[in-house]
C-alpha cells in the first residue's frame, strides 16, 4: 500500500509543478506497482513478489558481510570473476556474459540499444509488465500478441511482425502464468524472425522448471548472433534486494549493451554474494525441492476448491477463477484480513486471476488454513 501511494504522489508532483515534457512515449508509463506486503494482527506474510522462499544462502550471506569493508572500492568494472564463476557453472564464454544490476537493467538496456522511435516491440499478452515501460521508455510502441492456454503463441508472435518490429520478448517460463515455451518452438520463432530482429529470452525462473523439452536460452544463443538470454540472482539465488542478473548472447551484442549500462553497476557486495551462491549448490537443491514440492500441494489444494491454474514452472502459481462462484478480489481481501498478500493479475492482463508465490513451510501452512476456511465456511 504504501508503496502505491508513494508513486501516485511523486506523479501528481510531476505533473503539477514540473513544465518539462519527457520525451514522447513516457507520458503513457504507469509506475511499476511491486508486489504489496499487509501487516494484519502482528502477522505479515509476503506471497505477492515471486521472492525466495527460503532467503539467500548463508554463504552468500557470509560474503556479503566479508564484502562491508571494502565498500569505499569501486567494484570490479569487468566483474571479472563472477563472470568465470557463470561461465564455469554453466559451461558458457565468459567474454558472452554481462552482469547488470538485476535482470531489469539488461532488459532495459537491451531494448533502448535496438529499438527506439517509430519501432515496435512485440511480446505475448500476459506477461512481465516491466517490458511496456522499456518499450515505451524508448519511443518504439507496444504490440502483443494473442496467448494460447495462457502461453506464448508463436504462430500469433510471427503473426505480428511487421517491418517495424526491432525486439521481440518472451518470458521462459512466463511470468505470471507459469507456462513455458519449448526448446523447438523458440527455435521455430527464431527462425522465423529476420535476422536484424533481436529475440529476448528472459529465463528468470528457468531453475525451477523440470522438463525434457525446455532450454533455458543458452544453445540458441550459441546458433545465432541475434539472440539474448538474461538471468537473475533474484529467484532461485533468493538476492533480489542485492540486484544482481545477468545476459548471454554474442560479442557484438555484449559490447552494445556494455557501452550504455553504468561502468560500476554491480556493487561490489552484490558479485561477491553472487560468486557463493553459485559455489552453493546443495542450498540450490533445496529451494528447488522446496518450491516445487509447495508449488505442487498448493496447485492440488486450490484446483480442489474448484479453482484452475494455468501453469506450474516458477516458483509461483496463477490461480483463475471460471466459475464464478468466488471472486479474486474477495480472496485477496480475505487473505489480507489475515495478514497475507498475494498479487492480483489485472496489471498483468488477467483480472481473473491471483498469483500466489511459494513461502516458507510455515508461512504456505499458514496460507493453507486461510484457504481452507475462505472456501469452506
Ligand atoms: C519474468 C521476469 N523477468 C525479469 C524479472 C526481474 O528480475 P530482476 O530482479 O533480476 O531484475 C522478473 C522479476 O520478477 C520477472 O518475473
Known sequence: ??????????????????RLVPRPGIDQIRAYIPGQTVETGGRSIKLSANESALGPSPMAIEAYKNAAERMFRYPDVDAFVIRAAIAKTYKLNPARILMGIGSDELLSALVRAY???????????????????????????????PDKNYGADV???????????????????????????????????????????LLIIDAAYAEYVERDDYEAGAALVDATMNTVMTRTFSKIHGMAGLRL??????????????????????????????????EDTDFQKRVIEHTRRWRD??????????????????????VGFPDGRHKPADLDAFLKSKGISI?????????????????SDNEMQALMDALETFFTS
Open 343 to 359: 498479487r492480483p493479475m489485472a496489471m498483468f492482463g488477467l483480472p481473473n486471476h491471483l498469483r500466489i508465490t511459494v513461502g
Open 115 to 145: 529499438a527506439g522511435t517509430g519501432d515496435e516491440v512485440l511480446y505475448p499478452t500476459a506477461t512481465f509488465p516491466m517490458y511496456r515501460i522499456y518499450t515505451l521508455a524508448t519511443g518504439a510502441s507496444v504490440v502483443q500478441a
Open 297 to 318: 500441494i498448493l496447485t492440488q489444494r486450490v484446483k480442489g476448491y474448484g479453482l484452475s491454474v494455468t501453469g506450474s514452472e516458477g516458483n509461483f502459481v496463477n
Open 1 to 18: 500500500m504504501q508503496n502505491h501511494h508513494l508513486t501516485r504522489e511523486s506523479e501528481r508532483s510531476m505533473t503539477s509543478q514540473s
Open 245 to 278: 542478473g545477468w545476459c548471454y548472447a554474442c560479442e557484438d551484442i555484449i559490447g552494445v549493451v556494455g557501452r550504455i549500462r553504468s561502468p560500476f553497476n554491480v556493487s561490489t557486495p552484490a558479485q561477491e554474494a553472487g560468486i557463493a551462491a553459485l
Open 155 to 197: 504462430d500469433a508472435l510471427l503473426s505480428k511482425v511487421t517491418a517495424k518490429t526491432k525486439v521481440v520478448l518472451i518470458a521462459n517460463p512466463n511470468n505470471p502464468t507459469g507456462t513455458y515455451t519449448t526448446r523447438q518452438e523458440l527455435e521455430r520463432l527464431r527462425a522465423g524472425l529476420r535476422d536484424d530482429i
